[in-house]
């Protein structure tokens, strides 16, 4: 069983995240590259899978650039056997639909039985790759899952909803998208760090993979700084506090 799992690099989501006004794309020097924690959450869950059977060997996937390797080594600090990053200054400021084609490639000459994606990253927020991935390749989607279960021919997982839970079951080989319901990412220990060190981590670029040069479909047209945030109203409370909030709150269409 080979449980591919894609780990995006994003900024810090406790960083000043900023886009950068003349190409309208991420400024990565703005503030430090992470892991994406939904990701740790979806690499989690594959690594229950290889703890019940060690049979089970877990890939983790990055399209990004050069930074993106720190992302990977910390998934195999976290337990994953191998790592592939896909490397191509061509990528820079890819869309949705070029990240599937790429990621699309990649996991398709890797062969897999399942992968395990993020919901939604925090920085594109597309959330979709998961469900375009799996048209991509042909297979099922289960979509925004906590528990995952793996049995050797089929995937189920849990989805809560707001009517309630909803267990979905799809033959693999299939793609999941894990949510915040997933298990917290296990820490890397010291045996962990050090393993990571000497684990197979392999580069490949766009023409190993054999995909074109077919740029991005969406464009980013322009870019306006985010309005410094105001400090706010102040209410002092010289008997009126409650009339003012309630006219605050009434002002701002919130009762
Ligand atoms: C601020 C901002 C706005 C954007 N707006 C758009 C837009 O309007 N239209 C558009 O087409 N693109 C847009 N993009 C680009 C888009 O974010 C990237 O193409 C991205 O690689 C895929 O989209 P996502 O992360 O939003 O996908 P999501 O569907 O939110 O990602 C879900 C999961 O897919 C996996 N994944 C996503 N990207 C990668 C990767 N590079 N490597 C490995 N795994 C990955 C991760 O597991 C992730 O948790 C935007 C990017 C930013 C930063």
Redesign the pocket.
Known sequence: MKIVV???QVPDTFGERK?DTTTGL?DRDASEPII?E??ER?LEAALQQKDADKSVEVVA????PSSATDALRKALAMGADRAIHVLDDSLAG??????TAV?GAAVASEGFDLVV?????T????????SSLAETLGVAALTSIGELTVDGTSVSGVRATEYGTVTARADLPAVV?ATERAPEGRFPNFKGIMTAKKKPLATVTLAELGVGDSG???TVVSVAERPARTAGVKIVDDGTAATQLAEFLASNRLI
């Not at 890819?94 to 990240?99: F, H, K, L, P």
């Not at 994606?117 to 990253?121: F, I």
């Not at 920085?123 to 998961?130: K, W």
């Open positions: 894609l780990v995006k886009l991420l994406d939904i990701n979806a996937l990055s399209m990004g890819a869309d949705v639909a070029r990240t990621i994606a993020g919901n939604e990253s920085d594109g927020r597309g959330g979709v790759l998961a998208s991005a479909r969406s």
